[in-house]
């Protein structure tokens, strides 16, 4: 059964960091395209970032883009979200899913497209 395990969220001052872990089991991540999600209270799920299974693809929401680093460490069965400066507007549930890798070049974050989702983890930005 595949499984993915979310850990890393916590409260943290504006201007903090953060890494998110997403960790499988059941399944090897080698193969699998990963994306980063997050949905606030009254808000729809919106694509933070995601990774291609080369992981030589990445590819970033507008409002994260220079503040957020999306890696993947397959040895490990793990990608990690660096969240740096982290703003209260960052505030929300952090999820992370899989789907089986696609050809197409670009990591793209169509929620639709992937398949199985983590629990989920809290990030609180606030002072």
């Known amino acids: 059964q595949l499984q993915l395990v979310e850990s890393g969220g916590g409260l943290v001052q504006p201007g903090g960091s953060l890494r998110l872990s997403c960790a499988a089991s059941?399944?090897?991540?080698?193969?699998?395209?990963i994306g980063w999600f997050r949905q606030a209270p009254g808000k729809e799920r919106e694509g933070v970032s995601c990774?291609?299974?080369?992981?030589?693809?990445?590819n970033y929401a507008d409002a994260v883009k220079g503040r957020f680093t999306i890696s993947r460490d397959n040895a490990k069965n793990t990608v990690y979200l660096q969240m740096n400066s982290l703003k209260p507007e960052d505030t929300a549930v952090y999820y992370c899913a899989a789907r089986w890798a696609t050809v197409q070049p670009m990591c793209t974050m169509d929620r639709h497209t992937f398949n199985s989702w983590g629990q989920g983890t809290q990030v609180t930005v606030s002072s």
């Open positions: 990774i291609k299974f080369s992981g030589d693809r990445t």
């Open positions: 059941g399944f090897t991540l080698d193969y699998y395209d």
